[in-house]
Structure formats: structure tokens, C-alpha cells
């Protein structure tokens, strides 16, 4: 099964895609955490993306296309995989229908994870992410045991560094005039899934099991 998770940033989408992942035994491919990870280990692709992400823009689509189009030709992903974060234009997800056309294969299900902006600005300020394993919490909706730690793996929880209001007003700004207009690429070719996103965690999953079954 093939699976693209669209929404705002901070809609929840990666977080739905771990919790996908683990049921359907799926790889989760971000772009985010690709180019967070290349950050973190200081190599010429890091440098050349966080110019782009420290100012909540995209990174451009020829660079991000070969890192995605390289990860899902891997093994791993034969059975099929769930994308968060990509594609976030329309030209990077004509790239990859291409490809998928290549290999007579298709992308099943484009899940819309709908949250207005107004809640994502207070999601944005509560997020810590563990700098170890990557797994998402919110101070107050989904907080860790033990403050600043990570439940799963005692890594250190820290805010990202393009979590900062202004910020995150570039992100949404670029969110409506780049990526929102693949809600209606998705709908036209009838694979395009809405969940609500404001509801807890828990039934918003339910609800994108119901769609994938
Ligand atoms: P990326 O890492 O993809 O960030 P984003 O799209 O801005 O999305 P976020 O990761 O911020 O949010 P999310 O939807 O995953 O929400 P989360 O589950 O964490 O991209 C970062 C940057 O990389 C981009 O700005 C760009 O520069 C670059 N980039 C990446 N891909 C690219 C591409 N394809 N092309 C070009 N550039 C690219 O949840 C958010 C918070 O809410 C958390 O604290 C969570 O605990 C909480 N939460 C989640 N669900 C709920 C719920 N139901 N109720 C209450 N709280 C919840
Ligand atoms: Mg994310």
C-alpha cells in the first residue's frame, strides 16, 4: 500500500504516519527528518537545505525529488510505503507519478490531515521531538513521562529550530500557495481521503484505518 499523508505543517502528519507505518508494517518516509538527520551529521546536503527550512521555505524540488526517488527504490519499500511531506508541489508529485508509472505502480490513497491554522500555531509551540529517536510529543496534549526525556528511548526532547512563531507563519503562508493545490491534484485523480485532524490522536488514526482498512 502506497500512502501519502497532505496537511499544514504541524497537522499531525507524522505522527499518523509512525502510528500507519506500525500497523501495516510499512516503511515512513519524511522528507523532514531526511534533511533534519543530514543536518544533525553537518553533510553538503544538510547545509544546502537548512538555508531553506531555517526561514520555513522549501527546499528546492530537483534536490528534494532525487533524495525521495533514491528512498523509495530501496528494498524496503517494495510492499509499499507511507510519505510525509512529500510531495509538497504539484511538479514534485508529477515526478513521482512518473516514476510510479515507470514500474506500472500507483500511488493508493492521499490522506488530507485537516487542521485550520489557528490550531496549528498552538500545537507548533508545544511540540518537542527526541533529538535521539525522532519520536513527536506536545507539552500539553501528548506529553512524555518525565519532562524533557523521551519515554521510549531517554534521548533529550527539543523544540525544532523552525518551530519559532515567525516561523511558522512563513510555513503556513508557503503551505497554502505551494502545497495546498495537491488537495485538489489528489481529488481529481479520486484517491484524496479527509480526516479531521483536530480530533485527539487516537481517532484521527481511527478514522485513516477505517479509509485503509
Ligand atoms: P516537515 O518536517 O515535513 O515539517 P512540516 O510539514 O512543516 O510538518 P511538521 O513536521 O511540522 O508537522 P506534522 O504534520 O508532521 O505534525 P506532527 O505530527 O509533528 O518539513 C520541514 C521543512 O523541511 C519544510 O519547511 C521544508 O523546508 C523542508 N521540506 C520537507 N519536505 C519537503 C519537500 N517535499 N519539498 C521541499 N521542502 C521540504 O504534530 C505537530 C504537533 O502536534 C506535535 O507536538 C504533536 O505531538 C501534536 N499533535 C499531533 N497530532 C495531534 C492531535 N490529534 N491532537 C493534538 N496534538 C497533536
Ligand atoms: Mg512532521
Given amino acids: 500500500m502506497k500512502i501519502i499523508m497532505l496537511g499544514a505543517p504541524g497537522a499531525g502528519k ?45 527546499v528546492p524540488d530537483e534536490l528534494t525529488v532525487r533524495i525521495l526517488l533514491d528512498r523509495v527504490a530501496k528494498d524496503d519499500c517494495r510492499d509499499g510505503y507511507v510519505l510525509d511531506g512529500f510531495p509538497r508541489t504539484i511538479p514534485q508529485a508529477q515526478v513521482l507519478d512518473k516514476a510510479l508509472e515507470e514500474i506500472e505502480d500507483k500511488i493508493d490513497f492521499a490522506i488530507d490531515v485537516d487542521v485550520p491554522d489557528e490550531n496549528i500555531i498552538k500545537r507548533m509551540g508545544g511540540r518537542r521531538s527526541c533529538s535521539k529517536c525522532g519520536a513527536i510529543y506536545h507539552l500539553e496534549y501528548i506529553p512524555p ?32 500557495k505551494q502545497t495546498q493545490p495537491l488537495i485538489d491534484f489528489y481529488e481529481k485523480k479520486g484517491i484524496l481521503k479527509t480526516v479531521d485532524g483536530t480530533q485527539n490522536m487516537k481517532d484521527v488514526f481511527a478514522a485513516i484505518v477505517a479509509i485503509l482498512g
Fill in 14 to 58: 507524522g505522527t499518523q504516519a509512525k502510528m500507519i507505518a506500525e500497523q501495516y508494517a510499512i516503511p515512513h518516509i519524511s522528507t523532514g527528518d531526511i534533511f533534519r538527520a543530514n543536518i544533525k551529521n553537518g553533510t553538503d546536503l544538510g547545509m544546502e537545505a537548512k538555508k531553506y527550512m531555517d526561514q520555513g521555505l522549501l
Fill in 145 to 176: 513521562e518525565t519532562e524533557g526525556i523521551c519515554d521510549g528511548c531517554q534521548g533529550e526532547l527539543v523544540l525544532r529550530d523552525d518551530d519559532k512563531p515567525e516561523t511558522v507563519k512563513n510555513r503556513l503562508d508557503v503551505y497554502h
